[in-house]
């Protein structure tokens, strides 16, 4: 196998390109990265020297590749399956990419705000910028609900990067900005997503560290 995957289960951004993966049956080797871990850590550093998951490691082209978005469309580009990720029609493929920022940027990103806020020590957090998150995803989770109204996945009737993206994003907001019941549409593409092959198997392979998140405190 030439592909070598370095994330963690935990981390959000790593779903996107494991669904991708496993969407198109794609095989590759797992390498789960520990940055608790020094020798884990030093040695993806020298892999991601940012020291960001995901990063992708193609032995075969040598070629590593780092950012989830990235990894998706370097998946499809050099190994597609019957499941087109990224169209090749230029304005589908923008319509995805729209998606895909909206959902990292204006869903992910908020949400993992206040999930790094009930990391810190209590003296150090930022009420603050918590509520402005929530409002952020507040937000878009009304965007996503005009949008969804009548769509089965983000770009319609097919799955493309953009439901990689949606996954993780909506599956972790819920957890610290439930969807209570204003949102039905978001809601009923939420649950097409968790029961997802791909995604349903990304949840299951994290079970063992759920234990970590940080459900309540805070």
């Known amino acids: 196998m030439s592909l070598t995957i ?3 289960p935990l981390a959000s951004f790593c779903w996107k390109p494991l669904i991708a993966l496993y969407e198109n049956a794609t095989p590759f080797t797992p390498a789960i990265v520990d940055l608790g871990d020094a020798e884990s ?3 993806f550093l020298k892999i991601s020297p940012t020291g960001k998951m995901p ?3 193609d032995d075969a082209r040598d070629r590593t590749v780092l950012e989830s978005t990235i ?3 370097y998946l499809a580009a050099h ?3 019957p499941v087109d990720l990224v169209p090749a029609d230029i304005d589908l493929a923008l319509a995805v990419r729209q998606a895909d920022r909206f959902y990292d940027f204006y869903v992910q990103e908020p949400m993992q705000k206040i999930v790094g806020d009930r990391l810190r020590p209590d003296d150090k957090t930022d009420p603050f910028g918590v509520e402005q998150a929530r409002d952020q995803l507040r937000n ?5 609900e005009q949008d969804m109204q009548s769509k089965t996945w983000a770009m319609g009737d097919t799955f493309t990067m953009a439901d990689c993206a949606a996954s993780p994003a909506l599956f972790y907001a819920n957890k610290v900005e439930p969807f209570g019941d204003n949102y039905p549409a978001m809601k009923r593409y ?4 968790v029961q997802r092959p791909s995604f349903a198997r990304v949840i299951e392979e994290a079970q063992p560290y759920f234990k970590f998140f940080p459900y309540n405190n805070g």
């Open 190 to 193: 939420h649950d097409r997503l």
């Open 140 to 144: 878009s989770y009304a965007i996503i």
């Open 79 to 81: 190994y597609p399956g």
């Open 6 to 8: 370095h994330f963690h």
């Open 55 to 57: 990063a992708l490691r």
């Open 71 to 73: 990894v998706v469309e």
């Open 41 to 43: 850590r030093a040695a």
